[in-house]
């Protein structure tokens, strides 16, 4: 179901990114997480980075309950939410990327798309909110990408945004810049952190923890160079790296990490579980808001 997503009465539109669940067929605390922070924050839309599920799943039957768990916060309280890809989601080898995509976007208030499809990537697509006043009026846009799993053994760690979906993004970004005449902008989500995370980390000031290394690829493929000379995107938003929660700024672009909301994966008790909050508002969108919110925090507790 395609639902048109547009600013609110107030010129708002709120995201809540979680990242990093591994859920499998035995519903988890992530799931009771996922409620406390959409109650009270009540976001207009969710995006799922990667890594929702895992290899807990043994069957087909356990892949699907698995995202219908996922799925049950915002599914009853009627958001929007899309999702992508993250190395872990397919490792069960019950489903393809592209059956499991098309189990997502089975459910009523799902928008995630199939979208362009390259070597084994799927679901690169974008998604443009409209005006509060005019709904064919775009004043933000969100693109999403699937980053994939891991390099070829000769290089080791893992893979990166390939050449072919980087021509994808700049195609999509130059078409939408000559239909409304101006470039819109843009927020993109994907799984695994760039190269440049690290360059921020180590150049600049984090807004957040930081508690592991950041695990991108060993080969810049130069997406972020190509998001930069485009103009439109003015943050990065991943998963991946369970420890870290950080935002930081290189080259005027926000790179920052969702955290991780799972239980069942690795991660410390001194690092609360949560989620990233995007607020923007339709008169100034380049210069959105964003902020952690996690379990223990005084608001979930009342």
Same mark, same amino acid.
């Given at each position: ?12 539109? %709120?995201?809540?990114?979680? /990242? ?28 799922? /980075? ?6 807990? *799943? ?6 699907? #309950? $698995? ?29 393809? &990327? ?15 798309? +199939?979208?362009? &499809? ?19 009026? @775009? &004043? ?10 891991? $390099? ?9 945004? &390939?050449?072919?979906?980087? *021509?994808?993004?700049?195609?999509? !970004?130059?078409? #939408? ?38 695990? *991108? ?5 130069? #997406? ?8 439109? =995107? %003015? ?11 950080? *935002?930081?700024?290189?080259?005027? +672009? ?20 949560? !989620? ?8 100034? @969108?380049?210069?959105?808001? /964003?902020? =952690? ?8 507790? #009342?």
């Amino acid at each position: 179901m395609r639902i048109p997503l547009r600013f609110d009465s107030y010129g708002n539109f %709120k995201i809540v990114q979680f /990242t990093d669940l591994h859920e499998g067929p035995n519903k988890d605390k992530a799931i009771d997480i996922m409620n406390k922070i959409l109650e009270y924050e009540k976001p207009n839309m969710v995006v799922l /980075t990667g890594d929702i599920i895992d290899g807990k *799943c043994q069957s087909v039957d356990d892949v699907k #309950l $698995a995202i219908n768990h996922v799925a049950e916060p915002m599914e009853t309280r009627n958001i929007p939410w899309a999702i992508v890809f993250g190395n872990h989601d397919d490792e069960h080898n019950m489903m393809s &990327k592209e059956e499991m995509m098309k189990f997502y976007m089975n459910f009523k208030y799902n928008v995630s798309q +199939i979208g362009y &499809k390259t070597f084994d990537r799927v679901g690169n697509y974008n998604i443009l909110l409209k005006s509060s006043k005019d709904n064919s009026i @775009p &004043k933000f846009n969100l693109y999403f990408m699937d980053s994939g799993k891991y $390099a070829p053994r000769f290089i080791g760690g893992y893979n990166w945004i &390939k050449f072919t979906q980087i *021509c994808w993004y700049k195609k999509k !970004a130059l078409n #939408l810049k000559i239909k409304y005449n101006k470039n819109i902008p843009a927020l993109m989500f994907f799984h695994i952190p760039l190269q440049e995370f690290k360059k921020a980390y180590k150049n600049g000031v984090i807004n957040g923890k930081r508690f592991e290394e950041e695990s *991108c690829p060993k080969i810049n493929s130069g #997406l972020f160079e190509f998001i930069y000379n485009v103009g439109d =995107v %003015k943050g990065v938003f991943v998963g991946h790296d369970h420890l870290n929660n950080y *935002c930081s700024v290189f080259k005027e +672009i926000k790179l920052g990490y969702g955290g991780y909301a799972g239980y069942r994966t690795y991660g410390e008790d001194y690092i609360p579980r949560g !989620a990233r909050v995007f607020l923007i508002n339709e008169l100034d @969108p380049a210069n959105f808001k /964003t902020w =952690v919110r996690q379990e223990g925090d005084s608001e979930l507790n #009342l």
